[in-house]
């Protein structure tokens, strides 16, 4: 599958929860330039970051709703006549997920069931959710969460009935430059001479914010609905992404947190038995009744025992490569 900017955004009405995030941030900037919808809804609990993101901006096709996907009244309201949702609202960060479970599970369960159950009732066409490496195999209650609400919006397309509402996953891994990732707390430490590994093995996915919203434009394109879209992205071992930001700067090791992989996975063997490969991503078919009746086109069957993981990844990032991309953020 060759990355093709299409116009299925151009004239929608597109809503996007968690939309003054960074993936919201560049959503907006990327659909704006390149694809010109009718109008972008951005909705999102802070009133701060909604009005930076106006000023930042400054453009009419921009809508800008308070609220909270556990407000089931307040999405009715905000999907009124939308035609494509952009689920990316989460509590994301796993430390304060493990602290704060019920408050986890209320967004990124609860929320999930919230927006599944409007974008039915409001007759939205399609729905992508965003996921992350995290679903797979989850060793904490962040992961948990995103596997559920994974599970809860591809078996959404069982309860659409006589609506043509069509729900799909895009699942990658970690955002270079993001709110929260790893990168910021290096450079910051570099300041200091000295950079926190966990774990010297470490291995992570990673992708680019600009990569991640033109992959998921691309994949709504794509979606009959049901799908886990994949990308192909590149690994990198953290000590070397340290020395990439840092080098020369002392290394502590500091052991691996609670509810932390060594490396992660994107494509279990499992899930491999019903996915196919694409030039530049896997999709995983779902099991259920419902996708007998639709296919996508192209792609190939993988070899049993196949395993999308962080460290036996074919494509790996470099040292270059990741110093450019930093510049350029």
């Not at 390149?34 to 096709?61: A, C, T, V, W, Y």
Request: glycine share 8%; charged share 30%.
């Amino acid at each position: 599958m060759k990355e093709k900017m299409n116009d299925v955004l151009k004239g929608k009405v597109i809503l996007l929860t968690g939309g003054t995030g960074s993936f919201g941030n560049k959503f907006a900037e990327v659909v704006l330039r390149e694809h010109d919808p009718k109008n972008i809804r951005i909705f999102s609990r802070g009133e701060k970051k909604q009005l930076d993101m106006r000023n930042k901006f400054d453009d009419d096709r921009l809508r800008f709703f308070i609220g909270d996907v556990r407000d089931k009244d307040r999405l009715h309201r905000a999907m009124t006549n939308v035609d494509i949702v952009v689920h990316a609202a989460a509590l994301k960060h796993v430390p304060i997920c493990e602290y704060n479970p019920i408050e986890a599970i209320r967004t990124n369960v609860d929320g999930a069931i919230n927006v599944i159950d409007v974008a039915i009732d409001s007759g939205v066409d399609r729905v992508m959710a965003i996921s992350t490496d995290k679903a797979v195999h989850p060793v904490n209650l962040y992961g948990a969460t995103k596997m559920t609400a994974e599970k809860l919006f591809i078996q959404g397309n069982s309860y659409v009935g006589k609506n043509n509402t069509k729900f799909s996953c895009v699942r990658y891994g970690n955002v270079i430059g993001s709110r929260g990732s790893v990168i910021p707390l290096f450079l910051e430490q570099k300041k200091t001479g000295q950079i926190t590994i966990t774990d010297e093995k470490m291995t992570r996915f990673w992708i680019t914010l600009e990569q991640g919203v033109k992959f998921v434009i691309n994949c709504i394109d794509r979606m009959k609905g049901g799908e886990t879209f994949i990308p192909k992205i590149p690994s990198m071992k953290i000590i070397d992404l340290a020395e990439s930001i840092a080098p020369g700067s002392k290394k502590r090791i500091t052991g691996i947190r609670p509810g932390e992989k060594i490396h992660e996975i994107l494509l279990t063997e499992d899930e491999a038995r019903h996915s196919r490969e694409f030039d530049d991503s896997y999709a995983i078919e779902p099991e259920h009744p419902f996708w007998k009746k639709r296919h996508l086109k192209g792609g190939k069957k993988l070899q049993e025992g196949f395993r999308y993981t962080s460290e036996n990844n074919k494509k790996w990032l470099t040292r270059r490569e990741l110093i450019k991309i930093i510049e350029e953020i």
